[in-house]
């Protein structure tokens, strides 16, 4: 099915590294990044699970590589990077979305649960931006960061997650200023809730909890992958040039804050 589906031919003789990228909204980034023209390299710590992920996209027709490779280990992404460069080029565009999360009070946390999400989301994040600095093709490459609306807000039972995605934003910011002048964007995509997605089974395990939390939203609705994968798609083409060290909110508007009750008054 080559040429056909999101945005085609827009990343045409691009090629981009996806990190966390054997499930949910990152590999729902990946295909739609094959599927706008470029070639793909994907990781994540299941050698299994990213294969069949990388599967899905040569499937399509495009041209991807699926490695095991843990971001907390930064000897491992470097490995897997040059694999990657040596098959596919030097990139333009690189995902940083690796990320773990699970719901518990700050008290009935052990120093290695907090330390394990900061270490994949933050340290993780650290890790694929720097060690993608040499294989970048420079001027002109597009690093973007999955952070979350916990980076910016504070969430009861997500103090781990708050804490590694705040990191995450303000690393955006100094790494894109570092960078900028050697012509590399550095910015980061906010999601707010997205539907089918590892993230929300687990924030959001009810019909219930599901309805509460769309019912707070500006617009109503959780997003789709696609809402994120046509954010980053924006973000790493000519169109994004001077654009760096955003978050970019794609959230339906989950971060101005509680948008419940009736909204507009009865005769407005
Ligand atoms: P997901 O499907 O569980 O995606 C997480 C990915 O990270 C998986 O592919 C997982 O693959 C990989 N991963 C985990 N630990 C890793 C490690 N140490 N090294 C390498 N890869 C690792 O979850 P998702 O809900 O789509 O979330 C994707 C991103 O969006 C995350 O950054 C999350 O914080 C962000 N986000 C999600 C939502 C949402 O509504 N879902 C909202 C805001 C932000 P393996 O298990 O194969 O390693
Ligand atoms: N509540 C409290 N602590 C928890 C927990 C929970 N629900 N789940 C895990 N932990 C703790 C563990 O007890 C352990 O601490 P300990 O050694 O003091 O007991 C620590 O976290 C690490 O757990 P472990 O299972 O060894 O980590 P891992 O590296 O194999 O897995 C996780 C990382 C815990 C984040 C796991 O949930 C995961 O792999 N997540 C990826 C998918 C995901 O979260 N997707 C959503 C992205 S938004």
Known sequence: MAGSGLKDGILAGKTAFVAGASSGINLGV?????????????????????????????DEGFEAIGMAADVRDYAAVEE?????????GKFDIVLSGAAGNFVAPALGMSANGFKTVVDIDLIGTFNVLRASY???NRPGASLIS???GQGARPSMYQAHVCAAKAGI????????????????????????????????RRLAPSDEAEQRIKA??????????????EAAIFLST?????ITGTIMNVDGGSELGDAGGSAIPDGF
């Open 169 to 200: 934003n303000m690393l955006t910011k100094c790494l894109a200023m570092e960078w900028g002048p050697a012509g590399v964007r550095v910015n980061a995509i906010s999601p707010g809730p997205i539907e089918d997605t590892e993230g929300m």
């Open 134 to 136: 040499q294989f970048l």
């Open 146 to 148: 999955i952070t979350a």
């Open 30 to 58: 990946a295909q739609a990044f094959a599927r706008a023209g470029a070639k793909v390299a994907l990781i994540s710590r299941s050698a299994e699970k990213i294969e069949a992920a990388a599967r899905t996209i040569t």
């Open 238 to 242: 000519e169109s994004a040039k001077y």
């Open 80 to 88: 897997a990077m040059r694999q990657a460069e040596g098959k596919l």
């Open 216 to 229: 707070r939203i500006a617009l109503r609705d959780y997003g789709t992958k696609t809402d994120i994968a």
